[in-house]
């Protein structure tokens, strides 16, 4: 009787990690990418953007046994991603925008010119929101994932009508910082 | 309207781009840095019971008055430490899910409480650096300069000291550093 409740309890504990392993593979392998391009788009090398990276993988697997859904995956997901950039930030104390040769350029070489040519237009759409103030590049960076203007203000914890006038700065200054490299 | 081109625009240029470690990678780093951590976890428990261990066994073998007294000054030690480190930390756990600006508030307060461990650390080392001197020079024959160039007083004392002293200096020009850069960041972020 023992045995089996031990074992029962093994069973539960084994399947309740398993569950939450999978829950932990489900919310990253859906946003993967865009916690790269996020990463990215607050460090100066690839390494830094991996570290970045393991970072906030780390403090998604440390806060979802804590999520209650009370607000959406996605949502809870950027909210720590935010937080770990924000925090990268202020620690190594980052505040002078990075110029465009700072960018670690690593993707393979394009093969076609209109590759070549959308690869150089991504880089500079990069590297001009790399040079955006910090709540700008917050606002903008999200916006660019595809994130609605509730989810906005869910994850940076101001209101949605504070979000459209975060939103028109950062386009406004994006655009000028687009036209000032072209 | 122009705006509405330019976001969709700029938006797709934005999401075309997948580089970085897959979420696979993502897992085999988290499982590695946790292993680190709860290895990291076990040093100062591990510090704890080794040091006081050691007064224990000590005091037991040999119940004379000083050696009760390192042991119960160890224990003391460990106590206020312990519990010094939890009050000074107060307030400043979160949940990692916070938002932006509930973030930003966190982190100041951390920032803060670093600050207040740092001073924290320099008077429990003086402190601690004091009473050993004090055990040594009540309850052993040696004299005051041949305590002063002792080995473990080398080590405690004349290397330990600067090394601290030079921690705390460039800890807490980090951290107020860290502070300054998330309290502007908190006027500019103001609604």
Redesign the interface.
Known sequence: MAVDSISTHLNVDATSRAAFEDRFRTLLEGDAPALARLAASYTRSASDRDDLLQDIAMAVWKALPRFRGECSERTFLFRIAQNRCLAHLSKRRITVPLDDEDIDREDPAPTTEHQISLEQERHRLVAAVRRLPLIYRQAITLSLEGLSYKELAEVLGISESNVGVRLNRARTLLKTFLEEHS | MN?KV??EA??Q???????????AD??D??AR??RRQNIAMIGPVLVTIVIGGWTLLRANASPGFDNVLLAVETWLFIAVAWLGGLWIDRGTWR??????????DI?IRRCEAALRGLKFLAVMYVVQLAFILFWKLQFSSIGFAELITSWPVIVLGWIAGPALAGFVVWYGR?KR??LR??LD?RR??L?
């Open positions: 705006a330019d976001i700029w938006r240029l934005w999401q075309a781009s997948a580089d970085g470690p897959g979420a993502l897992r780093r988290v840095e946790t949940p990692l899910s916070d938002s932006t600006s509930a973030f930003i982190s980090a550093a860290e850069y998330l960041l500019s972020a609604p």
